[in-house]
């Protein structure tokens, strides 16, 4: 037995920079790819990872890892990153120069820095009102200059606030696109928020969250949050709903918060409409109270309404099959396929073919598979119309070469839909 040891990933380090200029810049991630200039080498260093807000001319210091990209050489992985005061005139100039300040371009910057001198980071911060003094900024321009600075300030504030709480740089971006200036106060007051709102973040992440902002561990919010959780993590095993009992005894123990409390955040749940509670028929006629998440809840109904519609429909689409001789249909089938059917798999075939809607479900290697392409061939020797659909893209090129027929998607409502290669197979006929 050979062992291999994974190599170990570089130590943290920090590096103090001037941004001289950004390469690529994803505005939907933060995702950047930069040059930067240190007292350390001549030469420009590539730095990439989320630098929102960051702009030419500003000196940063990053922290983060080396590493070598097999194209583009020796990079630094930004983890996190802080400005450092601008200091030499130069700097300032390029740096208001670089866009970063709408109402600013290198010409003004040019005008402000020589009227100001090293006074003009202070004079924007602290009496933006004096920028008047510089000729050619006149009233408008200089409140359209004051916002945006405002506006630049408050992303460096989200983010230093975000990273001091453990949020990663990444997470960072998202929560300042979802909330913007609000975002130090959704997260300090209402972390669980970040679970519904935010793409990549769920319960864990925002109860990690929530421990650095200190919210109580028995806090109503978050065991709410975690009721939520629980059901969320059951529909991964199939459940559409849980039963309050199982759903308060689970969220218990996840929690590690007394029952009654789960018990008392579950009827705010309902009464809040984060969840749907109702009575169903239990295993010994008794019925139980089921929980359901809202999104479930509307699924399932919607499912039943459209089978309940399916089945009052009072023509028979496959009239042909009515009266047809099965022991002959299923020969010419054999000698089509050059195979039998299974009992199980016959049954399947004519439960299809004859109702009004058929649901074929089984483990992998049952013959969902061959099963599907005999209705498929039977259906069409009759001269029926057939329409083949799957969920995806792949699973219609999957269950064409399957069947020989073509297949589309998505599935439309009036149709024989089959999705070949999943756990279960759904037919409408």
């Known amino acids: 037995m050979v062992s291999v040891t994974a190599p170990a990933r570089p130590p943290l380090a920090v ?18 790819v930069a040059r930067v200039a240190t007292d350390r080498s001549s030469d420009l260093l590539t730095v990439v990872g989320a630098l929102l807000g960051a702009q030419p001319g500003e000196c940063l210091r990053l922290q983060g890892r080396w590493s070598s990209h097999p194209q583009y050489g020796r990079q630094f992985e930004v983890d996190s990153y802080t400005t450092v005061l601008v200091a030499a005139i130069q700097d300032i100039q390029r740096y208001l120069g670089s866009g970063l300040v709408k109402g600013i371009g290198p010409v003004f910057a040019e005008r402000i820095v020589a009227h100001f001198g090293l006074d003009t980071l202070r004079v924007i911060e602290e009496e933006p009102a004096r920028l008047v003094e510089v000729p050619g900024l006149g009233p408008k321009r200089t409140a359209k200059i004051t916002a945006a600075w405002e506006e630049q300030k408050a992303i460096k504030e989200v983010m230093v606030f975000l990273q001091g709480v453990g949020v990663s740089t990444s997470l960072a971006v998202r929560i300042f696109k979802k909330y913007a200036d609000a975002s130090i ?4 007051n209402e972390p669980y928020r970040l679970a519904a709102d935010v793409w990549g973040i769920g319960f864990k992440t925002a109860d990690t969250i929530a421990q650095a902002v200190r919210i109580p561990h028995d806090s109503r919010q978050r065991v709410k949050a975690g009721l939520q959780y629980t059901l969320s993590e059951a529909s991964d095993s199939g459940h559409c709903y849980l039963p309050a009992p199982q759903l308060v005894a689970d969220a218990t123990k996840i929690l590690d918060v007394p029952g009654d409390l789960v018990t008392a955040c579950l009827d705010d749940l309902v009464a809040e409409e984060g969840v749907v509670r109702e009575a169903l028929p239990g295993p010994g006629g008794e019925h139980v109270p089921a929980v359901y998440l809202v999104p479930f809840h509307r699924a399932e109904q919607s499912l039943a309404g459209s089978l309940q519609r399916l089945l009052g429909v009072h023509a028979d689409r496959l009239p042909h099959f009515a009266d047809v001789n099965w022991d002959k249909a299923l020969a010419w089938l054999k000698a089509r396929t050059g195979a039998d059917l299974a009992a199980e798999q016959e049954q399947a075939v004519r439960l299809a073919l004859t109702s009004k809607f058929a649901v074929l479900t089984g483990g992998p290697g049952c013959g969902k ?16 119309k057939v329409t ?4 995806t893209g792949r699973a219609a090129k999957r269950l064409s070469e399957l069947t020989g027929h073509p297949a589309a998607t998505p599935p439309t409502t009036d149709c024989y839909a ?12």
């Open 418 to 429: 089959a999705c070949a290669g999943k756990e279960n197979t759904a037919s409408r006929s």
């Open 388 to 391: 083949l659909a799957a969920p």
């Open 15 to 32: 590096l103090e920079a001037v941004l001289e200029r950004l390469t690529y810049v994803n505005e939907e991630t933060g995702y950047t």
């Open 369 to 384: 598979s061959f099963t599907v392409r005999s209705i498929v061939e039977l259906a069409a020797a009759k001269k029926a």
């Open 185 to 188: 106060s959704v997260v300090r």
